[in-house]
């Protein structure tokens, strides 16, 4: 726990308990409320253990590469009968005494170099080590045997065949080596690794001991490797689990670490602030009073700090292209030098920034950066009277003196831009860096910092800053760049942060023009069916308080100006991203669908099936997949009050089967949808509530439709109406997640807000349609009989190969097939929808080689063939300008 106090080391009294008297405690230079805890001593405030990203990377490995072996061994049978082939008839060469000297001296030897190791440690009390050490290998004594019995009753037979063989007594060798695999996890647990010597003993014993296996026919190439692997990983989830011992430097460190430098420290005030994700890895800062001048500023970094954020650093180096900083696999030595010429070329260039001084470090795992103290307040504590003009041309000069050397900032955030005392501008936190940057790296630090003073003084403003001091060429330039993505955590973070606010207001000034609209139906005037013209006055009024509340983000307020100044700035967007966090869940979701359908497919015989296809059947299958796309016409024409065409309604609907093909199947329709009722004149809002209503009304009928043939299915095969074990299961399920959402206060938020915006656009569209029945009959009617259209489809398309269920198992198999498929990310549910639906014909007690067969009929009929007829539906409506 962090006090809220000044305690300090050397020659400083304490603070007056009573809080009387003065105190010369420096504060924060930005002037932000700092919280200090002691630096002497053994720093209390630091935790005992560490869970270590670094050795959550390791375990992830560990675990990838023993899939990456097994899937060698069932995949690849050849390479791995040959691998050991070749190496038995190389080992089968060697000497006899040779072989014996290798087999006992291994023998000795990992029983000697772990006991020996635990001396060492011992006598230097560093009994904690010993302990991960036992509890790694124990639990990796634990994995082998589980991995033995595995291989043994239930591995493939390639897997089998791979990690096992005859031994020369005649009995089978042990997949995982019971004494190897928990040498390996103590060894690494311990940290033999990162002694020189003792990481030379460690490596001649594992090549001694699998040679001495190897050559005497006791092991496979496969099984040393797997033991080895499963050892490392252990180890690593032993450490990552329970915590490394925390070899951060304490306060006695960095003092002793100035005064090796030059320094004659009296006192170390550490400041410590709540710092975002992306702030996690910059380092513990020190306020440092000398004996004599100036205080300074001290920035520590260690291996845990460095490493904070390493996940999400990975994920934008592989995911974006060209802008992520070059530091995401950074050793600790590297950081040091990269922010200190960072912070020397800054300077050279011009800029005001920290003056670096020294630099030293702290043990083997953390480094020390001393700055000249800099007094002031960061951007973000300043109030906005005093961001003046002069301010944010001063800003951006010191940001031009930088790219006139090519260095970019990376992180030209409030948080970093400093004003000190005399009002002039320095830029600190240079860590992020870079040296001879890209023009993509230098236009996006323009970008950066055109929204971060955009969300202080208006976009107006900034660019007018910007433009004085960089010119309009260099400010428009950037403007592509103008993405959330190209920003930083923290600015993405306030943007999604006002969007919401912008949105809530939208919504306030919906409903209440909605209700105003309608007051004066109390009445009873026009209490069933309101007259055209109140219906008209009522729309005009909600079309104006859309209007009103419509605000711009800051990105787009940002372009407009630019726009003002320079027409012909380019807008459109860079395409940044080099793959989508969707793209990369749908190719995963993709990967396992084509090996689940491959699986499938391997017990088809296809000339079978086409031979002994009923086509009759088949042709109905069609009949009733086209009927589909009359039902969801009707569908979406039910919760529309205006009018429009049905014919180009149906095409609509046709053309979704084509959008459907490279969008999941629940964001493809809903979308074009809302689109073709837009060029129809519906107005946006309404446009939304419409496909909205549609979509709520369609959900409540499926599972309405999905709990009453669950309840028929129950009852077939009993006289008494007794609903079945599923039912009961699935409403058990429900039940329960509904207790967890309403009990977890973040998922109630959560649920809440969604279902709140929900009902602010859908329910006044509801309520409207509820007082025309016609068109609320023609939206259910047009539900459920695109619903049955589907279950027919499903039954012809299994008639097709000879195959017969109840109309209530096919139905509830269908539903539930399709509720997955809208949920998948996949498009079109491919995959999903397939697995499901095969997965469940079975389950009903249809034979596979009926159940494959009919799947994929059905889709071909409802997902497949359609896709044409949705291309060319598709590209008419748009030469029509009806999407």
């Known amino acids: 726990m962090i006090r809220d106090q000044r305690e300090t080391t050397g020659q400083q009294s304490a603070p007056d308990p009573d ?27 630091l935790a005992a253990r560490v869970h270590r990203p670094s050795d959550l990377v390791r375990l ?10 097994l899937a060698i061994a069932t995949f690849a049978h050849g390479t791995t009968e040959g691998l050991e082939d070749d190496i038995g ?23 000697i170099v772990p006991v020996a190791f635990a001396i060492e440690r011992l006598i230097k009390r560093d009994g904690l080590r010993i302990a991960d050490g036992v509890l790694a290998a124990v639990l990796a004594h634990g994995v082998s045997l589980t991995t033995d019995l595995w291989v043994a009753e239930s591995a493939p037979g390639s897997i089998r065949d791979a990690l096992t063989q005859q031994a020369p007594n005649g009995s089978i060798t042990d997949p995982v080596h019971g004494y190897l695999a928990p040498v390996i996890a103590y060894m690494t647990a311990v940290g033999m690794a990162r002694r020189p010597r003792w990481r030379v003993v460690l490596w001649f014993v594992l090549v001694l001991d699998s040679f001495a296996v190897l050559v005497g026919g006791f092991s496979t190439p496969f099984s040393i490797i797997i033991t080895v692997l499963i050892g490392w990983t252990v180890a690593y989830g032993t450490l990552y689990a329970v915590g490394s011992p925390n070899v951060r430097p304490t306060g006695q460190h960095l003092l002793a670490g100035l005064r090796r430098v030059g320094f004659a420290p009296v006192s170390a005030l550490r400041t410590e602030e709540e710092l975002d994700a992306e702030r996690q890895d910059r380092g513990r800062h020190y306020l440092v009073d000398l004996e004599d001048g100036p205080p300074l500023d001290v920035t520590v970094v260690d291996r845990e700090q460095q490493a904070q954020g390493f996940f999400y650093r990975v994920w934008r180096r592989l995911a974006l292209r060209g802008i992520t900083q070059r530091r995401s696999l950074q050793s600790l030595r590297q950081a040091l030098e990269q922010e200190a010429l960072l912070a020397y070329a800054a300077i050279a260039a011009g800029a005001n920034a920290p003056k670096l001084i020294a630099t030293s470090e702290l043990g083997p795992d953390a480094v020390m950066l001393v700055y000249e103290h800099t007094g002031g307040r960061s951007l973000d504590t300043l109030p906005d009277e005093a961001l003046t003009d002069e301010l944010l041309r001063s800003t951006w000069r010191q940001v031009h003196a930088l790219q006139s050397r090519r260095i970019a900032h990376r992180r030209l955030v409030g948080d970093a831009i400093l004003v000190d005392h005399s009002g002039a501008v320095v830029l600190t936190d240079l860590r992020g860096g870079e040296i001879a940057a890209s023009d993509l790296v230098l236009r996006m630090d323009v970008a950066q910092l055109l929204t971060t003073l955009g969300l202080r003084v208006g976009a107006e403003r900034s660019v007018a800053a ?39 207001r939208e919504r306030d000034a919906v409903v209440e023009a909605s209700r105003a609209g309608k007051g004066p139906a109390g009445d009873g005037s026009h209490a069933v069916l309101p007259h055209r013209r109140t219906v008209r006055a009522e729309k005009k009024a909600v079309d104006e308080a859309i209007e009103e509340a419509r ?31 969707r793209t990369l869940v749908t190719f995963i979701a993709g990967a396992f669908a084509t090996y689940f359908l491959l699986s499938q497919l391997t017990h088809v015989s296809f000339h079978d099936v086409i031979n002994e296809a009923r086509w009759g059947w088949v042709a109905t299958a069609m009949l009733f997949a086209a009927l589909s796309y009359l039902g969801a016409a009707l569908n979406l024409l039910g919760f529309v009050s205006e009018k429009v065409s049905f014919v180009r309604t149906v095409l609509a609907q046709i053309a979704g089967s084509f959008v459907k093909l490279v969008a999941p199947a629940a964001v493809g329709g809903v979308a074009l949808n809302t689109r073709f009722l837009q060029r129809s004149g519906v107005r946006p809002g309404l446009a939304v509530a419409s496909v909205g209503a549609s979509q709520l009304v369609g959900l409540g009928l499926h599972i309405l439709l999905l709990l009453t043939f669950g309840y028929l299915t129950g009852t077939e095969r009993t006289p008494s109406l007794s609903p079945s074990r599923t039912v009961i299961a699935g409403l058990l399920t429900v039940a329960v997640l ?11 938020k959560f649920i809440s807000t969604r279902v709140r915006s929900l009902f602010a656009g859908v329910v006044p569209r509801m309520l409207d349609i509820m007082q025309r ?15 049955l259209a589907f279950v027919m489809c499903l039954d012809a398309s299994i008639r097709a190969f000879g195959g017969e269920l109840s109309y209530a198992s096919i139905a509830v198999v269908f539903l539930a097939g399709n509720a997955l498929g809208s949920a998948a990310p996949t498009p079109g549910g491919v995959g999903a929808v397939e697995a499901a639906l095969a997965f469940g014909l079975i389950a009903a007690g249809l034979p596979k ?5 009919a799947v994929l009929l059905f889709r071909l009929m409802t997902f497949w063939l359609p896709v044409l007829p949705g291309w060319l539906s598709f590209s008419h409506l748009t030469r029509k300008g009806a999407i």
């Open 60 to 69: 992830l490995l560990g675990i990838l590469g023993v899939a990456v072996v």
């Open 849 to 853: 080689e009926i159940a494959t067969p």
């Open 773 to 787: 029945p016609r068109k609320l009959l023609t939206g259910i009617g047009g539900t459920l009989l695109m619903q």
């Open 738 to 748: 509904v207790l967890i959402v309403t009990a977890v206060p973040v998922l109630r």
């Open 466 to 504: 910007a433009v004085d001091v960089l010119g309009p060429e260099a400010v428009a330039d950037s403007l592509p760049l103008l993405q959330p993505i190209a920003l930083s955590r923290t600015t993405r973070a306030e943007l999604r942060r006002l969007a919401k606010q912008r949105a809530q």
């Open 551 to 581: 605000e711009e983000d800051m990105l787009a307020q940002i372009r407009r100006q630019m726009l003002l100044i320079r027409p012909q700035a380019p807008v459109e967007p860079a395409r940044l991203e080099r793959i989508r966090p």
């Open 19 to 45: 809080g009387a008297g003065t105190s010369d405690a420096p504060s924060r230079p930005d002037g932000a409320e700092i919280r200090a805890d002691q630096v002497s001593g053994d720093e209390p405030l």
């Open 89 to 111: 008839k190389g080992t089968g060469r060697a000497p006899t005494l040779l072989i014996n000297f290798a087999g006992l001296a291994s023998s000795v030897a990992v029983l």
